[in-house]
């Protein structure tokens, strides 16, 4: 008598070959298909990438609503807005450029 192994059934050979094909099926949608590993890392970058552009969007956010905030509360925001952006100067306040170029100097007259 020999031993007969469990493979050489028709009905066992065909289960094991049906089990690889969905098993190589399962493996190409993992790798290759339309929602692959590849794609859930691209994704997940510019999820990143996004997140950062939206917390600094936040920040300019916030600080426009405190300049506003500041506009809206008194005179004194007003004021400094329009000496820096107008240069607006109070009635009888003397007004003093300093240039940033360098004056050439003149020679004396004689």
Do not use: C
Request: no cysteine; net charge positive.
């Amino acid at each position: 008598m020999y031993y007969k192994h469990p493979m050489t059934s028709k009905y066992t050979k065909l289960s094991f070959m049906l089990l690889l094909l969905i098993l190589g099926g399962l493996q190409y949608r993992l790798w290759l298909g339309a929602n692959s590993w590849q794609t859930v890392k691209i994704i997940t970058n510019e999820l990143s990438l996004q997140q950062k552009e939206n917390d600094q969007l936040r920040e300019r956010n916030r600080v426009l609503d405190a300049e506003v905030t500041e506009l809206k509360q008194g005179l004194d925001g007003i004021e400094e807005r329009a000496r820096s952006d107008l240069g607006m100067i109070k009635p009888g306040e003397k007004f003093y450029f300093i240039a940033n170029e360098k004056i050439k100097s003149v020679p004396p007259p004689q």
